[in-house]
């Protein structure tokens, strides 16, 4: 008589059913995903699932026919998982070399499905974040967007559903729940791990001071805690267990996050507790199972694990060099790893005016790249906004931290097809909302908002690097100065005496009245009290406050370059300016990218009308 070991219980599910099934659950994650970012997603996807199936294949040496290529559907749940957790922006390579990896040297080196101690697909992304960072970092040169731990800090619709940036299937809250409730049906997963997994990230957050609803929304620990964690391999067996190891997963997930270079810490939490489930299994067997350890052996072994946790903690954090030079800046509760966004380690920090610049400088210690944060006054509160500034000091890259504008409507200002308008301007380009930037239908106030917010940004990183002459080396005169306001043109009469600016005049404008009304009255008298253009906005007249100290600088810029020399002025403006001047019989808008050579003709043409009435 031949006796073998356990398990003795069969059951009608077979393991092709359960993968069945799991692909199922995956569904609407894929199709959430190549919705939200297309067809290089879908490649991705695609490209992952299939390196993975065939790799076992052929490491198997399975029979050349469907059902031997795709055998027990595990190694196409692996590639599938796998191409989830990728960034979309990665290059085709990765995947097919993350597929390989997971299979080759995770699975069958370990035996194969049921003998792999950690699970594939993480192991592999761990590896490649490791690796390959750079390509597994979320792209700034082709996208535009914040991925969800660099967007909003609180709960949001865009986030719910998926309107942000990141992976191919973390983002939407939504196809992970109904996945996952597909699987709670088919009764393939329970709540211990998941609840117990969320459960204590929420908690762990509120103790923190952190967003919780954020925290367990964004960032992958909601998809990981439905799919990855619940990997009936890798994870606990019994119910002890399986609390233990979801409360483990969750707050090594914040631990990695806040103390160490990772911003997205699920990945490496979940691998650390995959390693500990057969101490987690041996220290909770229930006592109507089996004889159970003593009292003795799981103090021993908790000691144990707590020490392997910390242990591995410390290695996590002593990686790069023990400690990276700039650590990710916390915003809104969440990471932004400038370092990694900048392309560069070697990063200095320089605070200019309440603003902290991130920059990367060149051999003559210039400003090569540069990533700053600033904010703008939106319909319903400010809009916290990334700015990326290239080696020629254009825009890279546009992303919307955090704002409270309107659901719906208002919240399309995160898209990426308006954000990337803003790609490759800089301070000298126009900003002309509806013109140069096309504004959102609906979201007008939330548009101009982000347009003059962005073109101040410029304005303010220009002035902080590179300088601008002050009102005291200006000569006397009075100067014109032009820019664009909510309602169109607005222009402004500076008198100059004394070297300083002795009186401000608004000299036209198509604002609202009532709204503009504080800033029209109020922003003379603080421009002259400080003898500067930059001073504080009027609360609740943020757009024309902004106007105003625009046309200004334009005015008080046309004073340092016109007088004490010859002034230079744009042949291309001019042909544009001069006849439009004779057919508005007045002053017009001034031409786009020529604010001084405008201020300039409309300061003479000014001059001449008022000797001619003096005559």
């Given at each position: 008589?031949?006796?073998?070991?356990?398990?003795?219980?069969?059951?009608?599910?077979?393991?092709?059913?359960?993968?069945?099934?799991?692909?199922?659950?995956?569904?609407?994650?894929?199709?959430?995903?190549?919705?939200?970012?297309?067809?290089?997603?879908?490649?991705?996807?695609?490209l992952s699932t299939l390196s993975a199936v065939l790799t076992e294949a052929i490491l198997t040496r399975a029979p050349l026919t469907?059902?031997?290529?795709?055998?027990?559907?595990?190694?196409?749940?692996?590639?599938?998982?796998?191409?989830?957790?990728?960034?979309?922006?990665?290059?085709?390579?990765?995947?097919?070399?993350?597929?390989?990896?997971?299979?080759a040297l995770v699975k069958l080196a370990f035996g194969g499905l049921g003998h792999n101690i950690f699970n594939p697909a993480l192991?592999?992304?761990?590896?490649?974040?490791?690796?390959?960072?750079?390509?597994?970092?979320?792209?700034?040169?082709?996208?535009?967007?914040?991925?969800?731990?660099?967007?909003?800090?609180?709960?949001?619709?865009?986030?719910?559903?998926?309107?942000?940036?990141?992976?191919?299937?973390?983002?939407?809250?939504?196809?992970?729940?109904?996945?996952?409730?597909?699987?709670?049906?088919?009764?393939?997963?329970?709540?211990?791990?998941?609840?117990?997994?969320?459960?204590?990230?929420?908690?762990?957050?509120?103790?923190?001071?952190?967003?919780?609803?954020?925290?367990?929304?964004?960032?992958?620990?909601?998809?990981?805690?439905?799919?990855?964690?619940?990997?009936?391999?890798?994870?606990?067996?019994?119910?002890?267990?399986?609390?233990?190891?979801?409360?483990?997963?969750?707050?090594?997930?914040?631990?990695?996050?806040?103390?160490?270079?990772?911003?997205?810490?699920?990945?490496?939490?979940?691998?650390?507790?995959?390693?500990?489930?057969?101490?987690?299994?041996?220290?909770?067997?229930?006592?109507?199972?089996?004889?159970?350890?003593?009292?003795?052996?799981?103090?021993?072994?908790?000691?144990?694990?707590?020490?392997?946790?910390?242990?591995?903690?410390?290695?996590?954090?002593?990686?790069?060099?023990?400690?990276?030079?700039?650590?990710?800046?916390?915003?809104?509760?969440?990471?932004?790893?400038?370092?990694?966004?900048?392309?560069?380690?070697?990063?200095?920090?320089?605070?200019?005016?309440?603003?902290?610049?991130?920059?990367?400088?060149?051999?003559?210690?210039?400003?090569?790249?540069?990533?700053?944060?600033?904010?703008?006054?939106?319909?319903?509160?400010?809009?916290?906004?990334?700015?990326?500034?290239?080696?020629?000091?254009?825009?890279?890259?546009?992303?919307?931290?955090?704002?409270?504008?309107?659901?719906?409507?208002?919240?399309?200002?995160?898209?990426?097809?308006?954000?990337?308008?803003?790609?490759?301007?800089?301070?000298?380009?126009?900003?002309?909302?509806?013109?140069?930037?096309?504004?959102?239908?609906?979201?007008?106030?939330?548009?101009?908002?982000?347009?003059?917010?962005?073109?101040?940004?410029?304005?303010?990183?220009?002035?902080?690097?590179?300088?601008?002459?002050?009102?005291?080396?200006?000569?006397?005169?009075?100067?014109?100065?032009?820019?664009?306001?909510?309602?169109?043109?607005?222009?402004?009469?500076?008198?100059?005496?004394?070297?300083?600016?002795?009186?401000?005049?608004?000299?036209?404008?198509?604002?609202?009245?009532?709204?503009?009304?504080?800033?029209?009255?109020?922003?003379?008298?603080?421009?002259?009290?400080?003898?500067?253009?930059?001073?504080?906005?009027?609360?609740?007249?943020?757009?024309?406050?902004?106007?105003?100290?625009?046309?200004?600088?334009?005015?008080?810029?046309?004073?340092?370059?016109?007088?004490?020399?010859?002034?230079?002025?744009?042949?291309?403006?001019?042909?544009?300016?001069?006849?439009?001047?004779?057919?508005?019989?007045?002053?017009?808008?001034?031409?786009?990218?020529?604010?001084?050579?405008?201020?300039?003709?409309?300061?003479?043409?000014?001059?001449?009308?008022?000797?001619?009435?003096?005559?």
């Open positions: 008589m031949q006796v073998r070991t356990g398990p003795f219980l069969r059951d009608t599910v077979t393991i092709e059913q359960v993968m069945g099934d799991v692909l199922i659950a995956l569904i609407p994650t894929v199709v959430a995903g190549v919705l939200l970012y297309g067809r290089h997603a879908l490649m991705v996807v695609v469907p059902k031997g290529i795709v055998g027990d559907g595990s190694a196409a749940v692996t590639g599938l998982l796998l191409g989830l957790i990728l960034p979309h922006t990665t290059p085709y390579w990765v995947p097919i070399f993350g597929s390989f990896f997971a299979i192991a592999a992304r761990g590896m490649l974040l490791l690796a390959f960072t750079s390509e597994m970092i979320y792209r700034t040169d082709a996208v535009t967007g914040a991925t969800p731990l660099w967007s909003t800090g609180s709960f949001s619709w865009p986030l719910f559903w998926g309107n942000v940036g990141g992976v191919i299937g973390e983002t939407s809250v939504v196809a992970i729940l109904l996945g996952a409730a597909y699987l709670f049906y088919k009764r393939h997963i329970n709540w211990r791990i998941p609840v117990s997994c969320l459960g204590s990230a929420f908690i762990l957050a509120l103790v923190w001071g952190l967003d919780p609803w954020h925290t367990i929304m964004a960032g992958g620990l909601m998809f990981a805690a439905f799919f990855m964690a619940t990997d009936m391999v890798t994870s606990p067996v019994t119910p002890v267990g399986e609390l233990v190891f979801g409360a483990g997963c969750g707050v090594l997930t914040l631990m990695i996050r806040q103390y160490t270079p990772f911003p997205e810490g699920v990945t490496f939490a979940i691998l650390i507790m995959n390693a500990l489930t057969p101490a987690i299994d041996s220290l909770t067997i229930p006592h109507v199972f089996g004889v159970g350890a003593s009292h003795k052996d799981r103090i021993r072994g908790f000691a144990l694990t707590v020490g392997i946790v910390m242990v591995l903690l410390g290695a996590l954090a002593v990686i790069e060099n023990n400690e990276p030079r700039v650590r990710p800046l916390i915003s809104d509760g969440h990471y932004l790893p400038m370092h990694e966004l900048l392309g560069d380690p070697d990063v200095d920090v320089v605070e200019v005016n309440e603003t902290r610049y991130y920059v990367v400088r060149d051999e003559e210690g210039d400003p090569r790249r540069v990533a700053f944060i600033a904010e703008r006054n939106g319909f319903n509160g400010p809009i916290r906004f990334l700015l990326l500034l290239n080696s020629e000091h254009r825009i890279e890259r546009v992303s919307v931290l955090k704002q409270g504008e309107s659901p719906g409507f208002g919240e399309l200002i995160t898209r990426t097809a308006f954000l990337e308008q803003f790609v490759g301007l800089d301070k000298d380009s126009s900003f002309t909302a509806g013109k140069d930037i096309q504004v959102i239908s609906g979201a007008t106030v939330s548009s101009r908002a982000v347009i003059s917010g962005v073109e101040r940004a410029l304005e303010r990183f220009d002035e902080a690097f590179f300088g601008v002459d002050g009102p005291g080396t200006l000569n006397d005169g009075t100067f014109l100065g032009q820019a664009a306001s909510f309602g169109g043109p607005l222009e402004v009469e500076v008198v100059v005496s004394g070297g300083k600016i002795t009186s401000v005049t608004i000299l036209r404008h198509s604002d609202t009245p009532g709204f503009s009304d504080p800033a029209i009255s109020g922003m003379p008298e603080r421009i002259v009290a400080a003898n500067s253009a930059q001073v504080d906005v009027v609360s609740g007249a943020t757009l024309t406050s902004e106007a105003i100290m625009s046309a200004v600088q334009a005015a008080l810029e046309s004073t340092s370059v016109g007088q004490g020399h010859e002034l230079e002025l744009d042949p291309e403006a001019l042909e544009t300016l001069l006849p439009a001047i004779i057919e508005a019989q007045g002053p017009v808008e001034a031409v786009s990218g020529a604010a001084v050579t405008s201020g300039a003709v409309h300061g003479a043409f000014r001059d001449a009308l008022n000797i001619k009435e003096g005559q």
